[in-house]
C-alpha cells in the first residue's frame, strides 16, 4: 500500500482524516493508525469507499492499495 500517495489524494482532494472515517465507519484513531500503517491495512471495503469519495480512478487506486 502506497501511504503517502493515499495522504497526498486526500490533502490534494481536501479531505480531512476526520471526514474520511466518519466516511468509513471508524474512529479518528484507527484512521490514523491504518494510514499511520501502524495497524491492519485498509479492507477492500475501506479502499472502494476512499476511491468513491475521493474520486479517484481505478488505476490510481489499484497503484495507492495494491502496490507496495
Request: hydrophobic share 35%; proline share 1%; with cysteine.
Amino acid at each position: 500500500m502506497n501511504y503517502d500517495l493515499l495522504k497526498e489524494e486526500l490533502d490534494k482532494k481536501g479531505v480531512s482524516y476526520e471526514e474520511m472515517a466518519k466516511c468509513l465507519n471508524m474512529s479518528v484513531s484507527t484512521f490514523y493508525r491504518k494510514i499511520g500503517n501502524q495497524t491492519s491495512p485498509f479492507s477492500i471495503r475501506d479502499a472502494d469507499i476512499i476511491k468513491k469519495k475521493l474520486n479517484i480512478g481505478r488505476n490510481k487506486a489499484a497503484i495507492i492499495f495494491f502496490n507496495k
